[in-house]
């Protein structure tokens, strides 16, 4: 049995890049998400981490006396990184970075504050935020799932792993997928893939050849045949839960260590506050 949906975006991954994007996009009433994730049970990299957002100049920075704007962000991110090559999309990132934790904080209701009791190497002053309880990353990705489910134009559907891209003459036009062994057609304006792991494209896999090598890439060749309409891609990297699959479990191994930045000008328009996959 299979199953029709028709929607304005549908979305592959429901963690942290998948959910901001779906948050962004459905505060238009009149646009109509879908959120598509293989298990929220196994969680996401952003559930496991440490929950904290680095940004500069923000209010809570102020409130507490700390001196900070988003150049000194970007400054201290490219003296640390030696790397000159994208300073257009560091400083990009770091100019939105304080007014998404506002947003966060004041439109979507997360407590927040500046650690100055955190770690901050790399960082001359502290700018890391969290929760004042400082209890990870696990309640910040429930309560922004939670923001987006309430949303009565937004399904976000569990259990429910993309298998392909829908491509009618070269454009992508939506996502195949199965939940409780009925297969999905989801068809969409706009496609996002948010689903952990970035070397899955050859160009950018060429783009890295330093890890080309490593098992993302080897994994990366299971959904080789994804990518042909797709003018945008999303992917996160870091540690992988332990159930993941076999296939997320080797890409996020190989991609542990390798900072995407670089592949991420490649992606998204340098001054955007949001980003998304776009059919071409």
Same mark, same amino acid.
């Given at each position: ?76 991110? !490219? ?18 970075? =304080? ?8 439109? !979507? ?42 949303? =009565? ?61 490593? =098992? ?65």
């Amino acid at each position: 049995m299979s199953e029709d949906i028709e929607v304005d975006l549908v979305v592959a991954g429901a963690g942290a890049c998948g959910v901001m994007t779906a948050l962004r996009a459905s505060e238009n009433p009149e646009v109509v998400v879908a959120v598509l994730e293989k298990s929220l049970t196994e969680g996401c990299n952003a559930a496991i981490s440490s929950g904290s957002l680095a940004a500069g100049g923000t209010r809570f920075q102020t409130a507490a006396g700390i001196p900070d704007s988003p150049q000194r962000h970007a400054q201290d991110i !490219l003296d640390g990184s030696s790397d000159d090559r994208h300073r257009h999309l560091v400083e990009a990132l770091c100019a939105v970075a =304080p007014d998404y934790v506002h947003w966060i904080a004041d439109e !979507l209701g997360y407590p927040m504050d500046v650690g100055v009791d955190m770690a901050r190497k790399g960082m001359s002053v502290p700018r890391l935020h969290a929760d004042p309880g400082r209890a990870g990353g696990g309640p910040l990705m429930s309560h922004l799932r939670r923001v987006l489910t309430d949303r =009565p134009n937004v399904a976000l559907l569990d259990e429910a792993p993309v298998t392909g891209l829908r491509v009618q003459s070269g454009r992508v036009v939506g996502v195949r997928a199965r939940q409780g062994g009925h297969d999905l057609s989801v068809s969409a304006r706009t496609t996002m893939l948010a689903s952990d792991g970035w070397l899955v494209i050859p160009a950018m896999e060429a783009a890295a050849p330093s890890t080309a090598s490593t =098992p993302a890439s080897i994994a990366a060749r299971y959904v080789a045949s994804w990518p042909p309409a797709v003018s945008c891609v999303c992917r996160c990297t870091g540690r992988s839960n332990s159930r993941r699959s076999r296939e997320t479990s080797r890409a996020a191994a190989g991609a542990r260590s390798s900072p995407a930045m670089s592949l991420m000008a490649r992606m998204c328009a340098p001054a955007s506050t949001s980003c998304s996959a776009t059919p071409r």
